[in-house]
Every structure is written in C-alpha cells, then in structure tokens.
C-alpha cells in the first residue's frame, strides 16, 4: 500500500468532487500551529523534509484507485478521474531548525485544488509530529547546559518509524548520539550504546559480567552499575576498569535511584580509585525538567540519556495544527467557526531583529531589516534545491535559539514569544469577515494589528 493513501476518506470524496465540477485552479492552503502547548516558549519547525520527498513522488497509481474505490464502497471506473494525478504545485516552507511561533504558517502548499486537498494528512502527520518532538528534544539540549545529550527513545516511540525520526529530530537539535542503530546508519550518526541489566543477570556476579563485556570490546566501555546495589556495582566497575587500565573514553550508567546524590557518591569512588576521566551516564525516564533539575542541583553528570518522554513528547503529544484553504483562484478566503478562525490569503512571515515575529500577506514587502522566515522549495512538484542536511539545521536553530529572549528559554513557566499579525493582513481580515455578515468580530481582527 503507497503513502498515496495514507489520507483520510474525505479527502478523496472532496478531491473527486472537485475534478467532476471541472474545478483545476490553483488553491493555497496554509499549515500552522493554533496555540501552543503549554510549557512551550516556541516551537522548531521540523518535518518539511519528509513532506517534500512525499509531493516529489506523489502519483495516484491503478492500484491506489482500486484501494480508494474499496474504501468508498464503489467501482475502481468511478474513480478514473483520480487515476494517474500528480502532485504539480509550488511549496513555500519555514527550513528545519527554523525557531516558529503560534498562527505561523510552516508551509503553504499552491496547487490545482485537488492534489492540494489529496496531500493534506501526510503533510500535517509529518510536520505536526516532527515539529512536536524536535519542540521537546530542543529544550532538554537547553537544560543540559553543554553537557551531551543521547537519544535512547526507540522502545518506546509510538512504532518504528516515529523512532527514527525521533533520532533525526535529536541529531537536528544538537543530541550527542542515539541508541538507534538505523538511524545512526541512515543518517550518519554516533551510535551510543551500553549494557542491559539482563546482561549483568546472565552472569554469576557482576564483576565476571563487567570484565566479560570489556573482553569483548577493547575500546571504551560504559558499564551499567545499578542491577543491584549502585554504589557497590561502581566500586566492582571501579576496580575492573582500573585493573584493565581502560580508564579514559570510559562511563559508568546509572539508571535508577536518586541519581544526584548516587552521582556525588560514584563520582567519589571514581576519583578515590584514580579514575578521574571515567565519566557517568544517567538514564531512566528523563526529560528536560529532571536534567534540568539534576543540572541546577550541581550533580556530577556528564551524559543524559532521554528516551520515552523526549520520543513521544509525553507532556505534549500533539500539536493543534491545521491545514486550511486561504486562497482559490486569487480569492482570498478564511474559516470563522468558533475557536478555529482563519487569516485569508497567500502569507509571508517576517523576523525583525530585537522585533518579533510579523505574519503579512505574501505580497507585502515586510518591515525594514526584516527577513522572510517562509522560502519558495518546490515548484512545479519538484524540489528547487537539494534536500537540507541535519547540520544545515542545527546551524540555523543555533542562531535563532541565540536570539530568543531568556524568557522564552526556560525550561519551567517559560513566557511565550508571539507573532503580530500586519496592518494589511489585519485589514483584509476584517473586511472579509464584515462582508460574510460577522461584523461582532471585526474588532477583534483589527485590535490585533502590529
């Protein structure tokens, strides 16, 4: 089954009205993010990449007609007009890494309203999720202050695939490392990786476990000393490292407990024994607010590894993210349901240097000294430049995490940076609003004008 039908049934009953009402023109849908979650300052825009390698190859095969047309409970004939579509259109997108604010676009997609509304699920699946956990990932790199930080989310992500792109999204916000051997391999990244308890368990003591594994790997080694007893399994750790003079490169894990005052206690017996080189890794249920923690308490830490709630962004596991028409055939357009109101029209976002963020009409030329957040990427349903690397990323999330305000920053009740919305998107807004009959709301379009 092709990522073509990775879609939502409406999609395909819309897209078919559409091509038998004869209606082709080019339709402009926007893709953002309502609110944000709460404990979020701001968000780093992730998943466009993905989304372009799916319109890059997107074509509605024979085969994925007949799976539309089981789906609808009608003949593969009646579906013909969708056979062999493509995706045609332009794409203008915020680049990975790119810091983003609430009612940000982070893509618009202008295309032949069909093949528009077809791509609707894959794009939001991919940028909402991504966005979601490169927004969580980013700020435990914050929290460690320096320190490096591995991805060790893969048993736990919702499937394999999200594994993956939680790794990407690690690398993409400055992890150190993952666990994950595919995607290291994918994308070129360092493998880290220790020892399970099992492991321990399988041998009569651990010292006999300790020196076996270190038989079998003459390099560095990272020792997990908490099966048991924590302190006792770092002084046996201690005394094998010291006994095999394999000291520096050299780790011990801990993965439970009060890990800041059995850190002090280890790191002792560490230095006690001669190996002040021998790092500690922590692990076990980490996210940013317990490094965060472990950091301020002044725990002599030098690696975290995060898993479980880092991969599934557990305290915010969505994003309320929205793809909605703005524009067909150079008519601007916008939703007013309650909660869920729209801007009209094709966007640019503008960034001012110690300003703001300002969402505008596309074809606004932006304040002075301002730069266009959104870039053209794909036009005619193929990529105008290669595909980003993970370096390219992180360089851009460096910079634009370098000029966020601290408040924004903090990991604990951080103050959200908010994007204005221009005078002349304000303006149409309020227009378009007045002459669909909702004047009550009128003022509140214009009052939040920048």
Known sequence: MSDVTTTDLYEVTMALSYLHEGMDRPA??????????????????????????HLSDYLVTPADVEDF???????????????????TGEVRAVPEGRVVLAGEPLLEVTAPIAQAQLVEIFLLNQVSHQTAVASKAVRSVLAAAG????????????????GLQAARLGALTGFAGTSNVAAAVRWGLPASGTMAHSYVEAFPDEETAFRAFARSHPGPVTLLVDTYDTVRGARTAARVLRDLDRGPG???RLDSGDLGALARLVRSDLDAAGLPDVRI????????????ALVRSGAPIDVYAVG???????DAPYLDSAYKLVDYDGRPVLKLSSAKETLPGRKQVFRRPGGGDVIALLEEAGPAGSEQLLRTVMSGGRRLDPPDTLPQAHARLTADLAALPAEALRVRAPEPCRAKVSEKLSGLTADLRERLGSPDVVASARGSSG
Request: charged share 20%; aromatic share 8%; net charge positive.
């Open 28 to 53: 402009t849908f926007s893709l953002f993010v309502r609110a944000l979650p709460p404990e979020r300052g701001f968000l780093v825009s992730a998943g466009a990449e993905p989304a372009l390698d």
């Open 69 to 87: 047309a089981a789906a609808l409970g009608r003949p593969p004939a009646a579906l013909a007009a969708l056979r062999g579509l493509r995706f």
């Open 147 to 162: 320190r490096p930080v591995v991805d060790f989310s893969l048993r736990r992500t919702h499937g394999p695939g999200a």
């Open 250 to 252: 050299c780790a011990v």
């Open 281 to 292: 890794v922590v692990s076990g249920g980490l996210d940013e607010y317990a490094v965060d």
């Open 308 to 314: 479980t709630r880092v991969g599934t962004s557990a």
